[in-house]
């Protein structure tokens, strides 16, 4: 063996993030920015959020989506889901993608017209994950 397995310094993980950006422009012929942060008050307090950026391919991946429980089967995930999905096409997205764990979202992606695409579980550690997209 010719080589060795090293940690990488913060400057050379950017070189290496640079590197597979330069080899992704070669598939990627177009790029879309933005970044979809939104929320529901009630009396000052935070409720419900949710949280998105644009990816490669007109994808909008939804990193967060959270209702305090108390604040659950009200609609206000629902109307949250509704106004990302406003803010997406007006972004240029065609398409939004997020994931869920087990005991998440499952049946309320579902609910809102996300189609699951993915799914994996691991029963090991106790848990299963789902993969959601939904076309614009």
């Known amino acids: ?9 913060e400057s050379e993980v950017e070189e290496l ?3 597979l950006s330069n080899y992704d422009k070669k598939h990627i012929t177009y790029q879309l920015n933005g970044q979809v ?7 000052g307090k935070l409720v419900a959020g949710l949280d998105g950026c644009m990816t490669a391919f007109k994808i909008l991946y939804v990193s967060t989506v ?3 429980e108390e604040y659950r089967g009200l609609g206000y995930g629902t109307a949250i889901m509704k106004e990302v999905e406003k803010r997406a096409i007006a972004l240029g997205a065609n398409m939004i993608r997020l994931d869920t764990f ?18 994996y579980e691991n029963k ?7 993969f959601f997209l939904k076309r614009l």
Do not use: A, P, T
């Not at 063996?1 to 310094?9: G, H």
């Not at 090991?124 to 789902?130: I, M, P, Q, V």
């Open 37 to 43: 942060s939104i929320g529901i008050k009630k009396d």
């Open 124 to 130: 090991e550690d106790g848990f299963s994950e789902y």
């Open 66 to 68: 959270f209702v305090v």
């Open 17 to 19: 993030e640079e590197m």
């Open 102 to 119: 087990d005991w998440q979202g499952k049946g309320f992606y579902e609910r809102v017209g996300y189609e699951q695409v993915g799914f």
């Open 1 to 9: 063996m010719d080589y060795k397995i090293e940690n990488l310094n």
